[in-house]
């Protein structure tokens, strides 16, 4: 499975941003996606969770971008979106998606992997 980003940009403080991550699979392979998650990581900083969605539709925030930032997640396109309002400078980081996912063999066994998309940049002028 592989993860494409997109959507990240230069921004005002105060404006908005609308992130999308899209996962696509080797043909025939049948695989599933229990939670997709947005990190972001900042010059001089750790890489942080931000947001997660599950494929039930759960969805989590960090404390920073609540109320601000929203998740959504299409199943169908194997698609999240991060959805970012009242961006702040704070905000400015590499934005990372990420998805654990499961790959179902012929034989019936299940193997878990992890991806990372490529990284989108986001940065908010004061």
């Known amino acids: 499975v592989q993860l494409q980003a997109s959507g990240g940009g230069l921004v005002q403080a105060g404006g908005s941003l609308r992130l999308s991550c899209a996962a696509s699979?080797?043909?025939?392979?049948?695989?599933?996606?229990?939670?997709m998650s947005w990190y972001r990581q900042a010059p001089g900083k750790l890489r942080e969770l931000v947001a997660d969605?599950?494929?039930?539709?759960?969805?989590h925030y960090a404390a920073s971008v609540k109320g601000r930032f929203t998740i959504s997640r299409d199943n169908a396109k194997n698609t999240v979106y991060l959805q970012m309002n009242s961006l702040k400078p704070e905000d400015t980081a590499v934005y990372y998606c990420?998805?654990?996912?499961?790959?179902?063999?012929?034989?019936?066994?299940?193997?878990?992997?992890?991806?990372w998309g490529q990284g989108t940049q986001v940065t908010v002028s004061s």
């Open positions: 699979g080797s043909s025939g392979i049948t695989f599933s996606i229990p939670v």
């Open positions: 969605a599950s494929s039930g539709g759960s969805t």
């Open positions: 990420n998805a654990p996912y499961n790959v179902y063999r012929d034989d019936g066994t299940i193997v878990a992997y992890n991806a």
